[in-house]
């Protein structure tokens, strides 16, 4: 098949989704609604006082985990068309866990939270939430154990929000996920397993520990509802953010968004979240490495995740740890189906020089995972009224880790891609 062979070439390359539907017609077909978004963010405002209680640099956004957005006025010269705009999504530095998984992480443990609490007599919807700092919580959730398998950064965003609640906390991790996020669990209290294979393997074994223990709770990075939804609610405050800043998007005045996709649940809940409510307004593309392309082979050749990056002779390894997914999420995949506009991929040499660029220009540190989208930006040069790349993570990195990125991207040839 010629996208395999492609594939197999390493370059980068940009997929236009063929399966593409309008609005109108996608909405039909997709096995969600829009009411699950609307659960999410009424939880999220329901839990505003607990995180204003825990969290006093949280009061300014009343609760809301939320992160600003600000124009890129420097690289929008070099990367976009005249009169066009380009605007950062600033995920690196949401609140608690520092990346794109403090939403729906955190929301999903959120919702596991009150359920128990409410199916304990602890709490109703309509009392104030600063109370699951009481004793009486946490000796309730102390009885539990929440399980997940983590690349590194979806462990972090729910090691962090679970151990503050008081629940026990397991977090299967890949071979690629950084020695400090492990470590930084680990001070948390948290108990880090670390497998020497990758991403769907530390996800089966945790599937598979939290099925033998009636006490625990599997995060299902794959397939669950709850961390969708509560990704998908930043689709809603990104468009009051835009219009704060005199933005209207319109079928004349497109948006396009940019996000670094891993096996799919984070891109994947913003981009239907963004459709809901721009429709064909909204043309929303993913970006993967080149050894770990997962979604865009799943979709590409149908198979979703009855295909991995492996069986066609790739690596999965990559600097962006928080994309090394080989196998990409089925439910997801299916529902980007009809609403995505395509995949991109880039190289690790490409995302260490945005590092870089980013930091040069606008000042800003980011993780490689999160510079894909900008990456992207550059390489296909859509048209659009306005582009917005998700930086999606960075704020946690340390300095001297963070540093090597920035020493691998001044190395960066701009005109060849390599080390010079
Ligand atoms: C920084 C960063 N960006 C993007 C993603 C992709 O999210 P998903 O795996 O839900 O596609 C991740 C996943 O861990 C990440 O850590």
């Not at 109703?124 to 398998?149: C, N, R």
């Not at 729910?158 to 930084?184: C, E, N, P, T, Y």
């Not at 009051?240 to 319109?250: T, Y």
């Not at 999420?329 to 870089?356: A, E």
Request: aromatic share 8%; with cysteine.
């Amino acid at each position: 098949m010629p996208i395999i062979e492609q594939l197999q070439k390493k370059q980068p390359y940009y997929w236009e989704n063929p399966h593409r539907l309008r609005w109108e017609e996608a909405e039909k077909q997709l096995s969600i609604q829009p009411t699950l978004i609307d659960d999410a963010e009424a939880r999220l405002q329901r839990f505003a006082p607990y995180f204003m209680a825990i969290e006093p640099t949280m009061k300014e956004a009343n609760g809301l985990i939320e992160s600003p957005i600000q124009q890129a006025t420097l690289l929008q010269k070099r990367y976009v068309h005249e009169n066009e705009q380009l605007w950062l999504k600033r995920d690196d530095i949401l609140p608690i866990a520092g990346s794109i998984k403090a939403r729906g992480g955190i929301h999903e443990v959120l919702t596991i939270a009150e359920q128990l609490a409410t199916s304990n007599g602890l709490i109703e919807p309509t009392k104030d939430y600063a109370q699951f700092t009481e004793p009486a919580f946490h000796a309730l959730f102390s009885k539990y154990t929440i399980v997940v398998g983590s690349t590194g950064n979806l462990g972090l965003s729910i090691g962090i929000m679970s151990a503050k609640l008081g629940f026990r906390v397991v977090v299967h991790m890949s071979h690629d996920a950084k020695q400090w996020k492990k470590d930084l669990l680990r001070e948390k209290g948290v108990t880090v397993v670390e497998h020497t294979g990758d991403y769907s393997k530390a996800v089966e074994q945790g599937r598979k520990e939290a099925e033998a223990d009636s006490f625990a709770f599997f995060i299902d990075d794959e397939n669950s509802q709850a961390l969708f939804s509560g990704y998908a609610v930043a689709a809603r405050r990104l468009k009051k953010q835009l219009e704060e800043a005199n933005i209207h998007i319109s079928i004349e005045n497109p948006l396009a968004v940019y996000l670094p996709c891993g096996v799919g649940g984070g891109p994947g809940g913003v981009a239907y979240g963004l459709k809901t409510i721009f429709g064909d307004a909204v043309h929303c593309y993913f970006v993967e490495p080149v050894e770990s392309p997962c979604m865009l082979l799943g979709m590409a050749t149908e198979q979703h995740h009855d295909i991995s990056v492996q069986d066609i002779g790739l690596s999965n390894q990559t600097a962006a740890d928080g994309l090394a997914v080989g196998r990409a999420s089925k439910f997801v995949g299916q529902l980007m189906m009809p609403i995505l506009h395509g995949i991109v991929t880039v190289t690790d040499n490409q995302l260490y020089r945005m590092v870089y660029e980013l930091k040069e220009t606008e000042g800003l540190q980011i993780e490689p995972s999160a510079a894909a989208g900008l990456v992207a930006i550059g390489l296909i040069q859509a048209p659009a009224a306005y582009h917005v790349a998700w930086l999606t993570g960075g704020g946690m990195v340390p300095q001297s880790e963070w540093q090597k990125f920035y020493e691998n991207g001044e190395n960066v040839d701009v005109q060849t891609q390599k080390e010079k």
